[in-house]
C-alpha cells in the first residue's frame, strides 16, 4: 500500500491533553462523486484527523482525495471491501486512534450524525456502535429495496439469537470502535469480504465488549455503492457461516482462529 501524506490541522495543547483522539476511517472504491460532500459534512471538530483508503478504485478517487485535508492511502491491487477496511483499522491505531468511526465515502451514510456514534464510547457507555437504519422503521422510506429489508431483519433476527443480543441491525456499514476493541479482536483474520462486517459484530459479542446503537436515515441514490442480488445472496451465506463456525468454536467442536485472541 502507498501512503500520502497531507497537513493536518493543529489542536490546540490545552484540548489535547484528555480528550480522545478520533480518527474517521472511509474504505473508498470508486468514490470521486461523493468524497468531498461527504467529507464536508462532517462536523467541525467532530473528528482529529480523517483517513482514505483507496482501494485501486478506476474514477479519480485518489486525485479528489488529495486535494482534501485528509491522510491518504492507496492499495496497488483490488483487495474487497474487507481488506480496505484492514488498512483503515491498522492505519488509524498506528497514528493513534482511540476511537475509529467507518464512514462510507459514498454518501449513503449521514456525517453529520459522527458525534453521536462517538459519544457512547467516549463516556464509556458502549465498546462498539452502530448506526441502525431499521432502529426507527424508516428503512424502506430511505429506498432500502424490500429484498434487502427482509433479508436484514431475517439474518439480524437469526443473529440476536445465537448472540443473545437484541440490536435492530447487524447489518450497517456505520460503525465506530473503541480502540481496546481493535486491539483485542483479530480482525486481521477475518474475510476479504462483504462479511467482514458480520464477523466483527461477532467477535465483538464473543470478545464481551458492549455494542451500542444509534438511529441513522436510510439513503439509496444512483451514486451509492450498492452490491447486487448475487452478491447480497454470497453476503448472507457467510454471514451464516461464520455464526456456524461461533457456535462450534463455543461448543469446542471445532476452534476457530478468528474467535481467538
Known amino acids: 500500500m502507498v501512503v500520502n501524506e497531507a ?4 489542536a ?6 484528555d ?13 470521486a462523486q461523493t468524497l ?22 478506476a474514477d479519480d478517487t485518489v486525485a479528489r482525495a488529495r486535494t482534501l485535508p485528509v491522510h491518504v492511502v492507496w492499495h496497488p491491487h483490488n483487495v474487497g471491501y474487507g481488506g480496505n477496511q484492514k488498512t483503515c483499522y491498522l492505519e488509524a491505531l498506528q497514528r493513534g486512534a482511540d476511537v ?18 462517538v459519544a457512547p464510547i467516549v463516556e464509556g457507555r458502549a465498546d462498539m456502535v452502530l448506526g441502525s437504519r431499521l432502529a426507527e422503521g424508516r428503512a424502506r422510506q430511505g429506498g432500502m429495496p424490500l429484498y434487502k429489508y427482509l433479508a436484514n431483519r431475517a439474518l439480524t433476527r437469526f443473529e ?9 441491525e ?13 486491539l483485542t479482536v483479530p480482525f486481521l483474520r477475518n474475510n476479504l469480504g462483504f462479511s467482514f462486517d458480520s464477523e466483527m459484530i461477532m467477535q465483538s459479542v464473543h470478545f464481551g465488549f458492549r455494542i451500542a446503537e444509534v438511529p441513522v436515515p436510510t439513503k439509496y441514490f444512483a451514486e451509492a455503492s450498492s452490491i ?10 457467510r454471514t451464516l457461516a461464520v455464526a456456524g463456525r461461533l457456535i462450534l468454536h463455543r461448543t469446542g467442536v471445532l476452534p476457530c482462529k478468528r474467535f481467538i485472541a
Open 36 to 57: 468531498e460532500e461527504t467529507f464536508k459534512g462532517i462536523p467541525e471538530g467532530a473528528a482529529d484527523e480523517v483517513i482514505l483508503v483507496d482501494d485501486r478504485s
Open 170 to 182: 447487524m447489518h450497517s456499514g456505520y460503525r465506530a470502535y473503541s480502540r481496546e476493541l481493535l
Open 12 to 17: 490546540a495543547p490545552e484540548e489535547a491533553v
Open 228 to 237: 447486487s442480488l448475487k452478491a447480497s445472496t454470497v453476503y448472507g451465506l
Open 160 to 168: 440476536n439469537r445465537v448472540l443473545g443480543t437484541e440490536l435492530s
Open 19 to 31: 480528550r480522545p483522539k478520533v480518527i474517521v476511517v472511509m474504505p473508498a472504491y470508486n468514490a
Open 7 to 10: 497537513p493536518q490541522p493543529q
Open 100 to 117: 475509529v468511526v467507518m464512514l462510507h465515502p459514498d454518501g449513503q451514510y449521514e456525517p453529520a450524525l459522527v458525534p453521536a456514534l
